[in-house]
């Protein structure tokens, strides 16, 4: 399919359509980095049960988002596309309100989860509407860009924050969100047409659900793909819980937690760009096990840190730097090698394995992020154990692969 095929297929020009594509999968980071600077503050005003208690407001978005997929990719492949992002952004919107006015902490949590559940269906449709509208190159092409949109949005997410938290109070963190949402929500009802065609759509059908489900959940490689996803991204998660205490009552940093936030997002994006580059020459499966190798070593050595030195504030940007690199190499390698052998049953599959590893992910990362105790030997315990773990998958997995691969030969 040409770009000018896409086009048609999208009722808009490739740049508008790569642009609106780029800011529905933003939302996801918007919802979570932009409020980070302000959880200090609202675990103040909300009477936080205690200092650890704000991070579930991150914690409750993945949820939401997890339990989502799940509904949202099957309806979606059932439906369409636009149907998915209408639901979504309503579900976002109520959520958005009921934060807004929420008055303690269990009120903010709830609508938290809902914004949560609300995200899964931009962030699905978002993948679905490029691969409806192009395919080959200009399918890559268009990614590309995407991506290279969506991976500033985690460095300028909590500068937007600290802006609305500068001009009223954290409230108006939650009036941005809202104005975004529906400023997305009209773009798409005016300009984007439906890109899945009915004669293209897969009834859903429960029956056929639960065997794909068991098919995912058994096979060799995508289990143990999904579960390593789930062990690496918990600790990735743990990081996010507590970022803002680290530099903010930990480092002392105050307003320029934006900044060197911001920055390590950067190094996740060039990191992404650079696997972009490598893969083909190096493949997915060692530059997983190297990167994965690379977080379990730099956690061990910065951990072993803490009996000798006293820990400066140079020194976790150094150990985070490391440690943010290796993470670029290892979502999208990670996720592709899961779903690889998934390819006849792809729409279910990914919903499945999003829905498991951020299950996963979500409940180790609040578990991390729990267990904060103004230092940063909880988050190093948590990337060493989860790392080894994950490697250790990922050695099996690939073991069974070169057992298939010779059995296969064999058999010729």
Known sequence: MNEDQGTLASGMGSKEFTLLV?????????????????????????????????????????????????????????????????????????????????????????????????ISGPYIAAMSLVRDAFKGIQMAKTMSIVMLIFVMVPAIAPSLGLLMMAIADWKAIFEMYFVYAAILLLWITLRLKETLPKEKRIKLNMKDFGVAFKEVISHRITASYTVCMGLFFGSFIGYLNSSQQIFQDQFKVGDAFSFYFGALALVLGISSMVNAKIVGKFGMQTIVIRAISGIVAVSAIFLALHAVVEIQFWMFMVFATCLFFCFGMLFGNTNALAMEPMGHIAGIASAVIGCVSSLMSMSLGTLIGQMYDNSLIPLCVGFSCLGSLALCLVIWAERGRKQDTNLDALAV
Do not use: K, W
Not at 72 to 97: C, E, N, Q
């Open 22 to 118: 780029a800011l529905l999968m933003s939302i996801v980071a918007i919802s979570i980095d932009a409020l980070l600077p302000a959880l200090g503050v609202i675990g103040g005003d909300m009477q936080a049960e205690h200092a650890n208690q704000p991070q579930l407001l991150i914690s409750m978005i993945f949820l939401g988002m997890a339990s989502g997929q799940l509904i949202a990719g099957p309806l979606s492949d059932a439906l369409g596309r636009r149907p998915i992002l209408f639901i979504g952004f309503s579900l976002y919107l109520i959520g958005t309100v009921l934060c807004f006015f929420a008055n303690d902490m269990q009120s903010l949590l709830i609508g938290r989860f809902i914004q949560g559940l609300g």
